[in-house]
């Protein structure tokens, strides 16, 4: 997993980008953009380049909050998941697409004003 991709400010997240740059934001950031994968701690502090006592500072509350879970267990390592049917997840993820049709919206109004042919999806 490339590292440089969340510490980079030019590959902010629209979440982090209107929301703040926080620690606990940037682990359920981290976590909303791999729905589809699990993480131990380390693997999440490791991607994040963010220490460890920060890290656990706010983890804990994310895990409380039920915004992610453990997923399986490796060893004694616990794997964790974001819980896509958690409210707090399902509007953030709601928020993130919202916010994305109104960036579109944006983008072909300024196109339309410059008079560049706007292209659908079946054209």
């Given at each position: 997993?490339?590292?440089?991709?969340?510490?980079?400010?030019?590959?902010?997240?629209?979440?982090?980008?209107?929301?703040?740059?926080?620690?606990?934001?940037?682990?359920?950031?981290?976590?909303?953009?791999?729905?589809?994968?699990?993480?131990?701690?380390?693997?999440?502090?490791?991607?994040?380049?963010m220490s460890k006592p920060t890290f656990y500072k706010y983890f804990k509350d994310i895990e409380e909050y039920g915004i992610v879970?453990?997923?399986?267990?490796?060893?004694?390592?616990?794997?964790?998941?974001?819980?896509?049917?958690?409210?707090?997840?399902?509007?953030?993820?709601?928020?993130?697409?919202?916010?994305?049709?109104?960036?579109?919206?944006?983008?072909?109004?300024?196109?339309?004003?410059?008079?560049?042919?706007?292209?659908?999806?079946?054209?």
């Amino acid at each position: 997993m490339p590292e440089e991709f969340y510490m980079k400010k030019e590959y902010q997240s629209l979440l982090l980008k209107t929301l703040g740059d926080s620690p606990k934001l940037r682990i359920v950031d981290f976590f909303l953009d791999n729905p589809l994968f699990d993480f131990t701690k380390k693997e999440v502090i490791e991607a994040l380049g963010m220490s460890k006592p920060t890290f656990y500072k706010y983890f804990k509350d994310i895990e409380e909050y039920g915004i992610v879970s453990v997923s399986r267990r490796i060893g004694k390592a616990k794997l964790y998941k974001i819980n896509l049917e958690n409210p707090m997840v399902k509007m953030l993820n709601e928020y993130t697409m919202q916010l994305s049709l109104q960036i579109v919206e944006q983008e072909k109004s300024k196109m339309q004003e410059q008079k560049i042919p706007v292209r659908g999806p079946k054209d």
